[in-house]
């Protein structure tokens, strides 16, 4: 219980993790999925990208204004490295909570994207974070709309991203596999 405390809450956890991904992108393991691909949406595509031996983060870019977001950033280096290679327009960091596993590639995305948004719950003390959110506030990346949906149970603070790739709706819509209304997933 106290390692797990360290590693969840301190600096010196976020040290940890940093030195995990470094150690295991130095063994070249590969990735823990493959045959992945992204997922298409009117306005934008979500790609997968696995970290680690067992989580995601996922990069959401906008068809039109290649303006991109990256949610959870957990490997830094990886995400850089993607999104230069893609020529993508990184503008701002989701985060869904403050663990490492999650937020711990926040600072250096930061450090080396001035500017960089980091939007994560209010209720949680996510590092880097300009922009706390809560249940039912809307962000855009680009044409892309976003709304936040409060998920406390793994930590206080915790939310999730509802990426539709058109327009919100104003009805209720209807409910059909975890989803209201068409083109929408949660990222």
């Known amino acids: 219980k106290v390692g797990y405390f360290i590693y969840v809450f301190t600096p010196l956890g ?18 823990h999925t493959v045959n992945i691909s992204s997922t298409e949406l009117s306005t934008c ?17 906008d068809r039109d204004t290649k303006e991109t977001a990256v949610v959870d950033p957990a490997d830094p280096e990886l995400i ?30 930061v450090k080396h994207f001035p500017g960089l948004k980091v939007v994560g719950g209010k209720k949680d003390r996510c590092e880097g974070l300009t922009e706390g959110v809560g ?16 998920t406390p149970c793994h930590t206080k603070g915790h939310v999730v991203f509802l990426v539709s790739g058109k327009a919100p709706r104003t009805d209720a819509g209807t409910a059909k596999d975890g989803a209201v209304g068409s083109e929408q997933v949660e990222a």
């Open 14 to 31: 976020r040290v940890i993790h940093l030195q995990m991904v470094k150690s295991r992108r130095a063994a070249h393991v590969s990735a």
């Open 45 to 61: 595509y979500v790609i997968p990208v696995p970290i680690l031996a067992d989580n995601y983060s996922f990069l959401i870019v």
């Open 80 to 109: 850089i490295s993607m999104v230069v290679r893609r020529k993508l327009n990184l503008t701002t960091v989701l985060t869904t909570h403050r663990h490492h596993d999650h937020a711990g590639g926040n600072l250096a995305l």
């Open 135 to 150: 249940e039912g506030d809307r962000l855009n990346i680009g044409q892309t709309h976003l709304q936040v949906l409060e």
